[in-house]
């Protein structure tokens, strides 16, 4: 299986990352995500900050891959996350996975998706024109993760 | 022992305290160093009070983990990205 990772400030592109995961032999299905920047509170966001644990973050996001892996039959696993500063619709992460077929791809995306939510190192902090404050975690998360440990 | 702790997002800032080497006698569990440390004063209660997570080198943990010479530790909130 190919599993690419990055952490990266520069934004990226769907169309190239789906071509990319598309050359991979013996796939039938592409499931792919991409979450953005969306205004949660108010309509005075004016963007965030995302900040990680380099070092840590590119690890979990590996693990998580070769976890999808060992559950179920993929050929490619593409994780792409960006930190820094980043404006309300900017995309923040894509999840693309390629796979035999589509069950186990759009399973594995979902599952990638709800541990990426919950094991890997990133933190979001929103900038509204009055204030700045850290995201909180959120318990719909945890549930969702919660369904995969069984 | 020589230790590495690092501290992320909200915690940091209430710490005021990115990282620091620190040379810990403690008993070697996660569970041990929080209270050491929580003894630094108001701010660094959060370590044992609140939902703080923990990682031995780049790898989160449970309380009952042991650290040795060398390790980086790291402690921050709950994580928010995705």
């Not at chain 1, 979902?110 to 979001?124: G, R, S």
């Not at chain 2, 569970?31 to 630094?40: E, G, I, S, V």
């Amino acid at each position: 299986m190919t599993v690419f990772v990055a952490v990266q400030t520069d934004d990226f592109c769907q169309a190239s990352e789906y071509d990319e995961l598309r050359r991979n032999a013996g796939c039938g299905a592409i499931v792919t995500f991409c979450g953005l920047v969306r205004d949660l509170q108010s309509t005075t966001l004016s963007g965030m900050t995302l900040e990680h644990y380099p070092g840590m973050t590119e690890k979990a996001l590996k693990d998580i891959a070769y976890k999808a892996k060992s559950r179920w039959e993929l050929g490619a696993v593409h994780i792409i996350h960006r930190v820094g500063y980043l404006k309300p619709n900017a995309q923040i992460v894509f999840v693309g996975v390629a796979s035999a077929h589509r069950a186990a791809a759009f399973s594995a995306c979902e599952f990638i998706m709800d541990y990426l939510k919950n094991q890997a190192p990133f933190w979001k902090k929103e900038h509204t024109t009055e204030a700045e404050y850290w995201v909180a975690s959120k318990d719909s998360d945890k549930v969702a993760l919660a369904r995969w440990e069984h | 022992m020589q230790i590495n702790i690092r501290f992320f997002a909200l915690l940091r800032e209430q710490l005021g305290c990115e990282h620091i080497e620190f040379d810990y006698q403690g008993e070697r569990t996660i569970a041990a160093l929080r209270h050491t440390l929580a003894a630094h004063g108001d701010a660094w209660l959060a370590l044992i009070n609140g939902n703080t997570l923990a990682a031995i080198n780049h790898t989160l943990c449970q309380d009952h983990a042991i650290i040795s010479e060398g390790d980086e530790v790291a402690f921050f909130p709950p994580v928010t990205g995705g």
